[in-house]
Nanobody, 119 residues
Framework: QVQLVESGGGLVQPGGSLRLSCVAS????????MSWYRQAPGKERELVAG????????NYADSVAGRFTISRDNAKNMVYLQMNSLKSEDTAVYYC????????????WGQGTQVTVSS
């Protein structure tokens, strides 16, 4: 069955770094665009970063551009989010997403990993 499993979240001080990982299984990973979303308490889920199937194209939310880097390893079915210079407003549950167009959008989601930025 399809699975996306995130890891790497935790508690970090402002200015610190974390690296999130997401391992995929049960589908053709290299055919799917991958993204990281986040949802803070009381807020809607928002796109943080996305990466194309080959990794040749990336996009970022304005709020994280220059601080976060998304990457993928198709040989390992992995996608990563390197988060630097973390701020308290980055506190949220971070979700891994896989998306493919097959006549309609096909979306898979992970269960999320909590990131808390606090002193």
């Amino acid at each position: 069955q399809v699975q996306l499993v995130e890891s790497g979240g935790g508690l970090v001080q402002p200015g610190g770094s974390l690296r999130l990982s997401c391992v995929a299984s049960g589908f053709s990973f290299s055919s799917y665009a991958m993204s990281w979303y986040r949802q803070a308490p009381g807020k809607e889920r928002e796109l943080v970063a996305g990466i194309s199937t080959t990794g040749g194209s990336t996009n970022y939310a304005d709020s994280v551009a220059g601080r976060f880097t998304i990457s993928r390893d198709n040989a390992k079915n992995m996608v990563y989010l390197q988060m630097n210079s973390l701020k308290s407003e980055d506190t949220a549950v971070y979700y891994c997403n896989a998306r493919w167009w097959g006549g309609k959008w096909i979306d898979y989601w992970g269960q999320g990993t909590q990131v808390t930025v606090s002193s």
